[in-house]
């Protein structure tokens, strides 16, 4: 494939299944304030977690083209059963169009940064917990390390639901991390984008004694990097403006993404699949 030449002022491409690569973003956005934004989150097929890795592969190829085709230098994977599961199809895919960032490499980096934890839990959606990804890249960077994960479907809809932060959310969380692989774990890795809005409950359950590592702020610091590596950074002084399509809209959607960018945004159908 020809070497395209790509320029700093391109924007950064996001994808998730639906609004949980929000907190990627939001990461993304505080590291990278001068960075402008694509984010698509295809509403239409969610819960990616259930659902087969063709099928993942699939939508990801298609949603990759989008975010070519609105010129993005980078594609930053926002989803982790699609980094699970598509990563090296969209890699291959994009070749030299655009750099393509997954949100399970930067949290590898980090944990081989920390020699003394040893036993780590990861919760993240069926299909991430099935393809053992975190598991293989852990123990081929260190084969010391114990991993244990545990596939925690209710919790991406909860979450999408708007319940977290109260007694039901806790009691599930709470029967979830209670469960005996993650007794006695050195670190919880969260695998899944949704989980940081459920972070203040996880720490509480463990009474703020085991570390939690959530991709967004790994992602965003790795990005950094990268960027900067390739002389990428966006150094324009004018304030960027983010677009936010969904492939599927509802209002409820919408009402939910402020919690999980933390600014009100619109939101903005792309009908790739009508
Ligand atoms: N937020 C996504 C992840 O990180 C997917 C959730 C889902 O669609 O099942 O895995």
């Not at 590291?31 to 259930?50: Q, S, V, W």
């Not at 979450?159 to 007694?167: L, Q, S, V």
């Not at 709470?174 to 006695?184: A, I, T």
Request: aromatic letters at 10%; one cysteine or more.
């Amino acid at each position: 494939m020809a070497s395209v030449k790509l320029d700093a002022s391109q924007p950064i491409g996001l994808f998730d299944s639906g609004i949980g690569g929000l907190t990627v973003a939001r990461a993304i956005r505080e590291r990278l304030p001068k960075e402008k934004l694509i984010y698509f989150g295809d509403t239409a097929h969610l819960p990616y977690g259930d659902k087969s890795p063709d099928s993942i592969k699939y939508y990801s190829i298609r949603i990759a083209q989008f975010l070519l085709d609105s010129n993005c230098k980078m594609i930053v994977i926002a989803c982790n059963t699609a980094s699970a599961l598509a990563y090296e199809t969209v890699r291959d895919f994009v070749g030299k169009r655009a750099l393509v960032v997954n949100v399970i490499d930067p949290v590898v980096t980090k944990i081989m940064a920390k020699p003394k934890l040893k036993r780590i839990g990861v919760i993240g959606t069926k299909g991430t917990i099935k393809s053992g990804i975190h598991a293989k890249k852990l123990v081929e960077a260190n084969k010391n390390l114990e991993v244990h994960g545990l596939a925690t479907p209710l919790l991406v809809p909860m979450i999408e639901e708007g319940f977290f932060n109260n007694k039901i959310s806790y009691a599930v969380i709470d029967s979830y991390l209670s469960r005996p692989k993650l007794k006695k774990i050195d670190a919880l890795i969260l695998g899944c984008t949704h989980y940081p809005l459920i972070k203040k409950e996880i720490e509480a359950i463990y009474k703020g004694k085991v570390p939690l590592i959530d991709s967004g702020d790994e992602v965003a610091e790795y990005v950094y990097h990268l960027l900067k590596k390739d002389k990428l950074l966006n150094t324009s002084t004018k304030k960027p403006i983010h677009r936010f399509y969904i492939s599927d809209y509802t209002e409820a959607f919408e009402k939910n993404t402020n919690f999980f960018f933390n600014e009100k945004i619109k939101l903005e159908e792309a009908r790739i699949w009508k």
